[in-house]
């Protein structure tokens, strides 16, 4: 048996899973100390169907820790950035168009060196191991511990990255440095942006990851834990330690993989409908189409791997007003909050969910009191919720013709059985966990993004080299090697660049360690 859990802005769902078999779902509200939530999910599941603690062979957590310090600006690490790049890149220093109160929270350190390569991999300047040492001495008289370091294109060759690395901790023996080249892709600012982000949250995944741990203890299960990361696979604690960016929207992908675990469909639309907000997305061979342009997190623009998701300000809490006879559903969410708000619950808030059990949709809570709101309310804002969704859908559609849409979610409830754009409406068992059983199904991962040059090699050995190194990085995420095979291969030549140059992508996926195969993976 394994457990997955899925924390939410609004609920923190969680799924006890045999094989393919779902034997126990439970859901109880979002805590604000996430922590305390997963404690009393585990004890919902036990309740609802008593199982043997050492029976479970592990359990997965999707979270909102890392996210939520990011965009709140709390928790986060005093952080240094080293660039290396001189006499190039001056005009813009790190951090440059990042929000006040994120730079306020890390605060300023920035060290500009000399370094760096060309696009065709020739040198802009050669490394200074001296410059990088006073800086590093620097970074230490300041007390700092975090250190984020990029290089001018530095996918392309990561070799001073790696340099600077071992001097920083050749002088500060307790530092944590991270890469640019293991974080993100082509584009130096947006690659350092993410470099930071993942640095300053150091500390915070160290002291996470043990509450977390702790937590599944305290329920007396002592299997091991991993952690969702944003492309639908697995990464073990230690991994999460040193990449906690790659948690970021684990939230999206997880309900997606859920998606296609439970309606079969592995090349669908999903519409995730949770109580404050919904994300619709693409799934494509079962894993969630990743974007491939530059993202927003908190007001800092990056370039690191994300899903392809569209989010939406619409949920089973958002509230419903209407001003001058126009009806508007959301962005504003009561949340959490939804048991005591809103009218079937005893409240006096006008939600989303009052409006689809007034229409008929569902039964919640009690349908007396919403009976009471006014008809053309409730037949104008049921279809403002339909035309937002039909509209996101047609959004992340790469073709005119109808998909298949697969619907997950808590307030599934808010759609009616069609929706325009759609071939068909799914709406499968345990659709309200999806986001769980997503959690509990997946399998270790690992990628490669890279630029190389086949000037003296085959594109033939680029290529193998590349699907060596994401095994290698899935089996560094806890993937049990006998099992990781390469799902994507993604190879784009650079007519720009001399030398020959190609982008390659490879991603691998392998099975956990698990004690006993148990059927858990979604091949």
Same mark, same amino acid.
């Given at each position: 048996m394994r457990i997955g859990i899925d924390v939410g802005g609004t609920n923190t769902d969680a799924v006890l899973m045999d094989g393919r078999q779902v034997l126990a779902e439970f859901k109880t509200l979002t805590t604000p100390e996430v922590t305390d939530g997963i404690v009393a999910a585990l004890a919902g599941l036990q309740r609802t169907q008593p199982f043997p603690p050492e029976q479970v062979s592990t359990v997965m957590i999707g979270t909102t820790h890392f996210t939520n310090a990011v965009v709140e600006a709390q928790r986060l690490a005093p952080t240094a950035t080293l660039r290396l790049g001189l006499p190039a890149t001056s005009a813009l220093p790190p951090m440059t168009d990042w929000p006040d109160r994120l730079r306020g929270a890390l605060g300023e350190y920035s060290y500009l060196c000399h370094g760096g390569y060309e696009f065709d991999g020739r040198l802009i300047s050669d490394f200074d191991e001296k410059e990088v040492r006073d800086a590093a001495a620097d970074i230490a008289a300041k007390g700092i511990r975090t250190v984020a370091v990029s290089a001018v294109f530095s996918p392309v060759n990561a070799d001073m990255e790696v340099q600077a690395a071992e001097v920083l901790r050749d002088v500060i023996p307790d530092v944590s440095v991270s890469l640019s080249h293991e974080i993100g892709r082509v584009g130096l600012l947006e690659?350092?942006?993410?470099?930071?982000?993942?640095?300053?949250?150091?500390?915070?995944?160290?002291?996470?990851?043990?509450?977390?741990?702790?937590?599944?203890?305290?329920?007396?299960?002592?299997?091991?834990?991993?952690?969702?990361?944003?492309?639908?696979?697995?990464?073990?604690?230690?991994?999460?330690?040193?990449?906690?960016?790659?948690?970021?929207?684990?939230?999206?992908?997880?309900?997606?993989?859920?998606?296609?675990?439970? /309606?079969?469909?592995?090349?669908? *639309? #999903? $519409?995730?409908? =949770? !109580?404050?907000?919904?994300?619709?997305?693409? @799934?494509?061979?079962?894993?969630?189409?990743?974007?491939?342009?530059?993202?927003?997190?908190?007001?800092?623009?990056?370039?690191?791997?994300?899903?392809?998701?569209?989010?939406?300000?619409?949920?089973?809490?958002?509230?419903?007003?209407?001003?001058?006879?126009?009806?508007?559903?959301?962005?504003?969410?009561?949340?959490?909050?939804?048991?005591?708000?809103?009218?079937?619950?005893?409240?006096?808030?006008?939600?989303?969910?009052?409006?689809?059990?007034?229409?008929?949709?569902?039964?919640?809570?009690?349908?007396?009191?919403?009976?009471?709101?006014?008809?053309?309310?409730?037949?104008?804002?049921?279809?403002?919720?339909?035309?937002?969704?039909?509209?996101?859908?047609?959004?992340?559609?790469? /073709?005119?013709?109808?998909?298949? *849409? #697969? $619907?997950?979610? =808590? !307030?599934?409830?808010?759609?009616?059985?069609? @929706?325009?754009?759609?071939?068909?409406?799914?709406?499968?068992?345990?659709?309200?966990?999806?986001?769980?059983?997503?959690?509990?199904?997946?399998?270790?991962?690992?990628?490669?993004?890279?630029?190389?040059?086949?000037?003296?090699?085959?594109?033939?050995?680029?290529?193998?080299?590349?699907?060596?190194?994401?095994?290698?990085?899935?089996?560094?995420?806890?993937?049990?090697?006998?099992?990781?095979?390469?799902?994507?291969?993604?190879?784009?030549?650079?007519a720009y660049l001399p030398s020959n140059a190609v982008r390659i992508r490879v991603k691998a996926v392998g099975d956990l360690p698990l004690s006993g195969d148990d059927g858990a993976t979604d091949r």
């Open positions: 690659r350092e942006n993410a470099t930071i982000l993942n640095a300053c949250l150091y500390e915070l995944a160290r002291t996470i990851t043990s509450a977390l741990q702790r937590a599944v203890r305290e329920a007396g299960i002592e299997a091991p834990v991993y952690i969702s990361q944003n492309d639908g696979t697995l990464m073990s604690v230690d991994h999460c330690r040193q990449y906690p960016v790659a948690t970021f929207a684990s939230g999206p992908t997880n309900s997606m993989r859920g998606a296609a675990f439970l /309606s079969g469909r592995t090349d669908c *639309v #999903v $519409i995730d409908l =949770g !109580g404050t907000t919904s994300d619709v997305g693409v @799934l494509v061979h079962g894993f969630p189409r990743e974007a491939a342009v530059a993202v927003d997190i908190a007001g800092v623009r990056t370039n690191f791997r994300m899903p392809d998701v569209l989010p939406v300000g619409l949920g089973g809490g958002s509230i419903v007003a209407a001003d001058a006879g126009r009806v508007t559903v959301g962005p504003r969410s009561v949340g959490y909050a939804i048991q005591q708000q809103a009218l079937v619950f005893g409240g006096e808030t006008v939600t989303a969910t009052d409006l689809a059990v007034a229409a008929g949709l569902c039964e919640v809570g009690d349908p007396g009191r919403a009976a009471r709101l006014d008809h053309d309310l409730v037949r104008r804002g049921v279809q403002v919720i339909q035309d937002r969704l039909a509209e996101l859908v047609d959004r992340v559609k790469t /073709s005119p013709g109808p998909l298949p *849409v #697969v $619907i997950v979610g =808590g !307030g599934s409830i808010l759609l009616e059985d069609r @929706l325009e754009g759609a071939s068909e409406i799914l709406k499968p068992d345990h659709f309200a966990v999806a986001n769980a059983i997503g959690a509990a199904i997946a399998q270790v991962g690992g990628e490669v993004d890279k630029v190389v040059s086949l000037t003296g090699r085959t594109r033939e050995d680029a290529l193998e080299a590349a699907c060596q190194e994401a095994t290698g990085k899935a089996v560094a995420a806890g993937a049990v090697a006998s099992s990781v095979q390469i799902v994507d291969v993604e190879e784009v030549p650079l």
